[in-house]
């Protein structure tokens, strides 16, 4: 579920820099106590409140062991917290995928929204509705990539923090592939001669698990070189009229996704299935890659210890790839939020460097300066390996109103249904994103 311009890309050396291990020892606001504070500093921060935290990717379920990243995560957070304000208690509420959206936005309509949320893609709206709460003058700011900025601002003023950078690719079974000698394309075509060789084994060559919607754009995140590879300025030139939706690049993915569903590389109950059974097929050896984000890797090893995963760009006819990264969360306080104080303050703890460390380890990249997140994934580290030696930007999408995605979703599930893409399909998007683009906060 997931930024872009020229201007960006010079930002990106911050992020490819960090990802190398060049990280810096920017201070980090950590809610940690300090000494000589005042009784009336002292005695408020030993009340006692709660402070509630609603999300929709910190599972609660501690006695499974792929969520134990998350676990180890809030007891971070909770310890750091309660060094400032000992009497707290943080409520997290989790709520399931799909759900999630919905609900959020009902409670901050009515105004009972938690003191934090985490959320995607509805900056700009959140922000014109008067949702979120200013950030810009908060110590947390001066921790923010670059790069991630333009995200996380509207009118020049920061809204919201992203604490971790993801992206979609291929990932394939790679002792599958060394046992039957498979090797990784070169070009599309290439590509669709491993789909045939894959299915002539009598194994799915891609598993999909559709029934989860937002699964369905990660072909078009995935081959993003047909789109900002193409022309890395492309959602610029959208919003200043110089290119379209229904125009010749997203045609060309989704007549490629249509190939793909066509020549029956996708499993045929991927509609019926969701993300965590498609991983399933994937860790049993049905299907030979998945098409999933960045924490894909760390999401099996977690299940299936020791399984090997690898890395595979989609390239494009030339041999080209490109390599797309999107803001993975935003986290924003709630300007209604009668502790605002605490809210900016667990903040400061929910991207503190030891809590991203431990929250993102084999399974994203920080959005936060002077952290060192842990690699120890093969497929992780050549993830990061290409985000540095190639072609990148933020990913397709990232500037569309929020109009925009699920129409495109339509689109594919359409196609993977068995419809044929007819062009014309694309134009309702194109609609869309005219008649909200003021929802668009371009960079200038």
Known sequence: MPRKAISLIVSLLMILGLLAGCATNSSQSTAAPTTGKSEATTSANNKTFTIKVSSWDIIEETEEVKYKANILFKQEVEKQFKATYPNATIQWNNTGNEKYFDLLKAQLASN??????????????????????????????????ESTKPGLTYNGKIYAVSPSIAGWACWYNAKMFTDNGWALPKTWDDFIKLCDSIKAKGI?????????????????????????GA????????????????????????????????????????????????????????????????????SVEAEVPGFQTGFMPIPDEKGNVFMSYGLNVLISVNAN?????????????????????????????????????????????????ALQSKPSGLQPSTYFPPSVWPIL????????????????????????????????????
């Open 204 to 228: 799915s060559p891609l598993v999909g698990g559709f029934k989860d919607s937002w699964t369905l754009g990660g072909f078009l995140l995935a081959d993003a070189v047909d789109i900002m």
């Open 112 to 145: 009972t929204a938690d003191d934090i949320f985490f959320h995607q893609n509805d900056l700009v709206a959140f922000a014109k509705a008067g949702y979120m709460a200013d950030l810009t003058n908060q110590p947390l700011a001066s921790t923010l990539l």
């Open 409 to 444: 979703n339509n689109i594919q599930s359409a196609i993977i249904a068995g419809q044929d893409f007819n062009a014309t399909a694309l134009d309702e998007a194109q609609a869309a994103y005219e008649k909200d683009k003021a929802l668009v906060d371009i960079p200038k």
């Open 231 to 298: 022309n890395p300025s492309f959602e610029i030139d959208l919003y200043n009229g110089k290119t379209k939706i229904n125009g010749a690049e997203y045609q060309k993915v989704m007549g490629k996704l249509q190939t793909m569903v066509k020549n029956g590389y996708y499993n045929k109950d991927c509609l019926s299935i969701n993300w965590d059974q498609s991983r399933a097929y994937f860790e049993q050896g049905k299907a030979a890659m998945i098409i999933q984000g960045s924490w894909l890797p760390g």
């Open 337 to 385: 939020s009668k502790m605002l104080d605490e809210a900016y303050r667990l903040m400061d703890v929910l991207i503190a460097k030891k809590s991203i460390e431990i929250r993102l380890k084999d399974s994203g990249f920080s959005g936060i300066k002077g952290t060192e997140v842990e690699y120890t994934l093969q497929a992780i580290k050549d993830y990061a390996a």
